[in-house]
């Protein structure tokens, strides 16, 4: 059986930098793309960055874009997501996931997904 573990999270103030990993244990994951979505109390899950396998293409919701930087090593099966000028907005839990494609996780349709880890960013 296949587990996601995320792994990073924490507390930081707002400006700063933290960057999250999310490994795979079990049974090697296929292709598929890996992203991460976020929830905090009173919103709705969030998708805030997807990369395909290959880790050529990526994906950011609008609210990230240009503070958040989605990567992958296949060859270790893990994801990283590096997050800088964090904002205390940015404050959830975050979740890494599998999904057949970057545009399949986009609609919120995971095969896979972690425990999560929180982030909580202070003002």
Known sequence: QV???ESGGGLVQ???SLRLSCAASGRPLPSYAMGWFRQAPGNEREVVAAVTWSGLGA????SVEGRFTISRNGAESTVYLQMDSLKPEDTAVYYCAAGKSTATLRRGHYDYWGQGTQVTVSS
Do not use: S
């Open 14 to 16: 707002a400006g700063g």
């Open 3 to 5: 587990q996601l573990v």
């Open 59 to 62: 994906y950011y919701a609008d």
